[in-house]
């Protein structure tokens, strides 16, 4: 009976108003439903309406994430994989760095050890030659003062056996003379 309620036959106007408006709700629920339905998966037993759907939906985000953290996270350990063996290698080139030096310094100190070890060689070589020398030298000499000596002997005993030679030939001339002084 009130002109603005819908079944009121006084509007016709205002009816068909509420009618059309009524039908276009509806229609908008019933696609909203249809949406909806066709959103959702088959129902599971105990699941509720679109609860499955954002854990799954969120699973899925969640998923998204972690194989993009996975893949950031394997990016991140390769690079400090290799930066860790970059400094490794480093550490390792530069102890053999080190040790290289350290075995150049050894190698050039051996080596001085090695000259120092020669020339006291070398010099006690020269040392025992010279007292070899000097030994010869001396056994020479004594060998030449004896040989000298000898020779004076030997010239002492020619000098004798030629003065007793004389002497005898003296004599024996002497008798020689008297034997013809006599006769």
């Known amino acids: 009976s009130s002109p603005s309620s819908p079944s009121s036959p006084s509007s016709p106007s205002l009816l068909s108003l509420d009618v059309e408006k009524a039908i276009a709700v509806g229609d908008g629920d019933e696609k909203e ?3 909806s339905a066709r959103r959702t998966p ?4 105990g699941e509720r309406d679109g609860e499955k759907e954002k854990e799954g939906k969120k699973g899925r985000e969640m998923k998204g994430k972690k194989d993009g953290d996975r893949e950031k996270e394997g990016k991140k350990e390769r690079k400090e994989e290799r930066e860790k063996k970059k400094s490794e290698k480093e550490k390792k080139r ?24 020669e020339k006291r060689e070398d010099k006690m070589e020269e040392d025992s030659k010279e007292e070899q ?14 040989d000298e000596e000898t020779e004076g002997e030997k010239k002492i005993d020619k000098i004798k056996e030629a003065n007793e030679e004389d002497v ?6 002497e008798e020689k003379e008297e034997k013809q002084e006599k006769e």
């Open 33 to 35: 439903k249809k949406t």
């Open 42 to 45: 088959k129902r599971r037993k």
């Open 94 to 117: 530069k102890k053999s760095e080190r040790e290289g030096k350290k075995e150049e310094k050894n190698e050039d100190q051996e080596r001085e050890e090695k000259k120092e070890e």
């Open 133 to 146: 020398n000097v030994e010869t030298r001396a056994n020479q000499e004594k060998k030449d003062q004896k």
């Open 168 to 173: 005898v030939m003296g004599e024996e001339k």
